[in-house]
């Protein structure tokens, strides 16, 4: 088991600025890729970035790009995920998820998750 542990959720005026973190408590041996989703009530999940835990292939969805940046530290075994220009549409829940690969194929693909974090709560107001 790898637990996932969210924070840095929060309510901020559009324009605003949060970091996201996520933690994985158990040893991430060999490589994973790691995943950041977020779900707004009564929309689906939805994939908003990607990293491999080696730090390479890191990607932002097309809707985020220039204002979301993910990143992670294995020597803190934590992801990130900073958001910048905040906007209303992106108040949603924000989870973060692990699976085991070497390649972060198909990431925005929920079901090929193992590993998935309780969620931090994103708020933005106009």
């Known amino acids: 088991q790898v637990p996932l542990v969210e924070s840095g959720g929060g309510s901020v005026q559009a324009g605003g600025s949060l970091r996201l973190s996520c933690v994985a408590s158990g040893y991430l041996h060999s490589s994973y890729c790691m995943g950041w989703f977020r779900q707004a009530p009564g929309k689906p999940r939805e994939g908003v970035a990607r990293i491999l835990s080696t730090g390479d292939s890191a990607y932002v969805a097309d809707f985020v790009r220039g204002r979301f940046t993910v990143s992670q530290d294995n020597a803190k075994n934590t992801l990130y995920l900073q958001m910048n220009s905040l906007k209303p549409e992106d108040t949603a829940m924000y989870y973060c998820?692990?699976?085991?690969?070497?390649?972060?194929?198909?990431?925005?693909?929920?079901?090929?998750?193992?590993?998935w974090g309780q969620g931090t709560q994103v708020t933005v107001s106009s």
């Open positions: 998820a692990a699976k085991g690969a070497t390649v972060c194929s198909d990431y925005a693909n929920t079901l090929g998750y193992t590993f």
